[in-house]
């Protein structure tokens, strides 16, 4: 009974509630004009701090250098990256793992957040899709650089031919090459598609060639009511989409473990956990690089610290979940009845491989736990280093997924010990960070970084939120 | 003869204002599904007053969906069977579970496809593109375009100045 008249009566504390609420932690400041946001983002394009150029040319070196030792590999075999059996796939998987995971982190950021409608993403979940289109691009060449003999990628792609030879579909070899071309499809399309109106808006305000380039992308957008409709659902499938292929591209390639029967590796717990570790390290990197587009092209305004906020604490609780399938990771070898397993985890622990393994254990089991610091989280310089140390840890993990299992396998005649990857495999892998830095600096220069389309919804919406709390 | 008028507004209460009293005028040659609203983003409360406008991308979207797992499996499947006088060590020749995988890969990756290819023909684009824009519209400026009989136009283009249209563009259709 008193519950009605609660209602039906006007309640003066509720009011009161209400007209307290004070807009201090707005993701974005609401007073922003929209034509402000136009001009903020079309003028990263034009002109960044120098430090762009620092950074653009310092990955097209270390891109080169790349390029020099995957030739000298190439003319000289593998063997000059110390690839020798049993270990036959050193850094080149581990890093090939490492970046699809980074990928993953596009996809959680844009896809899920979108269809939860958690608007805080609206600032920054482009730069986080263009990073999974890169990361893919970048996961893709090591599959080719591991080969040695990279012309004979085809093996794994299923094309007729007079000779009806076809891969083997059973293969988790053929599924990786198959869930990797759909994840980078459908990450291009979902990138493309969700830039087309802010492709008109660089169309509206460009010259020259530029505006030749946006006016063939941007496909005659007007922003009529009819390609709005047809816009919202297009990209609400497609995040759906989205969603379950990031699950199962990583699946997929834990899956490439996991039904072997080598040590470490046949354990039913790796889906889920490659696909945290997947969203763990994205997440650290999507970290990384707000803090670097946030001063280079001075966004300031749009990836604001309460934004920041939400996405450290996504990391945080992704780290968590990651932590506690890596303890039941190993708790289930520990308890299990496989001796050669439980001995193989052993020697990650003790052996010659203890130093990847802890370095692993401190960068992403105890680091993360920095980040319940206010300090660390709202000093951007150690939030950086703290970002980077995370995904190194998450780099280290991948070298302990794969070199002790094969460097402590069933046989004990194939064991070895103090085994390091070559100055090429180092090479290659450095190569390979310069690559995705170049193509993402590059992107960032030509394409809008921000969604300026996205950024004035959320203002539009924060003031209509607002004004009908009666704060504005 | 049709011809065609865009005016621009300064915000969402005066366009719909606007959309309001044209919906309550009975003009000669001119009908509601003549008015399309351009905004910089997207404005259900304004598109509303315009009547359903039906999305047909999901019918793509099912399309695709139908058609990658049906042709995945089949692809599969049969590039598989062509192996049937092997000896397969007493397994089965099509393996279903396995097999599963990549009907996934092609469920999501068609429907996908189709999704875009459904957009892309839901925006009429690229190519049939409507006759009046002004650039302001890709900033912060509201649209709104009428296509009626040259006898209304000038009862059409005084309802816009009464809302206070920032500029009103015409042309003539040939």
């Not at chain 1, 889906?271 to 300031?300: D, K, N, Q, W």
């Not at chain 2, 204002?17 to 009908?31: A, I």
Request: charged letters at 15%; one cysteine or more.
């Amino acid at each position: 009974m008193s519950h009605m008249i609660k209602h039906d009566v006007p309640d003066d504390n509720e009011i009161h509630i209400e007209k307290k609420f004070v807009p201090k932690d707005l993701d974005i400041d609401k007073d922003v004009s929209w034509a402000q946001i136009n001009k903020d983002v079309l003028r990263s394009l034009d002109r960044p701090r120098p430090i762009f150029w620092v950074i653009f040319f310092a990955a097209m070196a270390l891109f080169s250098f790349g390029v020099y030792c995957e030739k000298y590999q190439y003319d000289n075999g593998l063997g000059v990256a110390d690839l020798n059996n049993p270990q036959v796939w050193g850094l080149y998987i581990a890093t090939f793992i490492f970046w699809i995971g980074m990928g993953h982190s596009g996809t959680l950021l844009s896809a899920l957040l979108h269809i939860i409608h958690a608007d805080w993403r609206k600032p920054i979940y482009r730069y986080a899709e263009a990073m999974t289109t890169f990361s893919l691009l970048t996961a893709a060449l090591f599959v080719l650089i591991h080969l040695g003999r990279v012309w004979q990628f085809y093996y794994v792609v299923a094309y007729p031919n007079e000779r009806w030879v076809w891969p083997n579909f059973s293969s988790p070899l053929v599924w990786d090459a198959t869930a990797i071309g759909t994840y980078l499809t459908s990450s291009l399309l979902f990138l493309y598609t969700g830039m087309v109106p802010d492709l008109a808006i660089c169309r509206d305000n460009a010259t020259g060639a530029r505006k030749k380039l946006y006016t063939f992308m941007s496909l005659g957008w007007q922003g009529t009511d009819r390609q709005w409709a047809t816009f919202r659902v297009t990209y609400m499938t497609l995040a759906c989409f989205l969603m379950p292929l990031a699950v199962s591209v990583h699946s997929i390639v834990s899956t490439d473990f996991a039904v072997s029967q080598n040590p470490g590796w046949h354990i039913t717990s790796f889906p889920p956990y490659f696909v945290a570790g997947a969203l763990y390290s994205g997440c650290s990197v999507i970290i990384t690089l707000f803090i670097l587009l946030r001063y280079v092209f001075r966004f300031e305004a749009y990836m604001t610290m309460p934004i920041l906020n939400k996405l450290i604490k996504m990391t945080f609780a992704i780290a968590m979940v990651w932590n506690y399938l890596n303890l039941i990771e190993y708790s289930t070898v520990w308890y299990g009845a496989n001796e050669i397993a439980k001995q193989q985890l052993l020697d990650k622990m003790t052996g010659t491989y203890a130093p990847v393994f802890w370095g692993m254990v401190f960068c992403s089991t105890v680091m993360p736990f920095t980040l319940l610091i206010k300090f660390v989280r709202t000093h951007l310089p150690t939030l950086m280093v703290v970002s980077i140390i995370l995904n190194f840890g998450m780099w280290l993990e991948r070298i302990q997924i794969i070199t002790p299992t094969f460097g402590h396998s069933q046989y004990p005649w194939t064991w070895t010990s103090g085994w390091w990857p070559s100055w090429v495999q180092f090479g290659i892998v450095a190569g390979s960070f310069g690559w995705f830095t170049m193509l993402f600096m590059l992107y960032c220069k030509i394409f809008p970084t921000i969604s300026m389309y996205e950024v004035k919804e959320m203002v539009h919406d924060q003031s209509k939120m607002l004004k009908a709390k009666g704060v504005a | 003869m049709k011809s065609y008028l865009l005016a621009l507004y300064n915000n969402m209460e005066e366009a719909g204002l606007v959309l309001d009293e044209l919906n309550n005028t009975k003009l000669p040659g001119f009908s509601m599904k003549d008015v399309v609203i351009k905004s910089p983003i997207e404005h259900p409360e304004l598109s509303e007053k315009l009547g359903k406008r039906p999305v047909y991308v999901q019918l793509f979207t099912l399309v695709g969906v139908l058609f990658g797992p049906i042709t995945g499996l089949t692809l599969v499947a049969s590039a598989q069977a062509s192996f049937i006088y092997q000896i397969r060590g007493g397994r089965p020749v099509v393996p279903i579970p396995p097999d599963m995988v990549l009907t996934y890969e092609f469920f999501i990756l068609s429907g996908v496809l189709m999704t875009v290819i459904g957009c892309f023909i839901g925006w009429k684009l690229p190519g049939n593109r409507s006759p009046l824009y002004n650039t302001r519209v890709s900033e912060d400026k509201i649209g709104i375009l009428v296509k009626a009989e040259d006898t209304s136009i000038p009862v059409i283009n005084e309802i816009f100045k009464k809302h206070h249209s920032l500029e009103i563009l015409g042309e003539e259709k040939k």
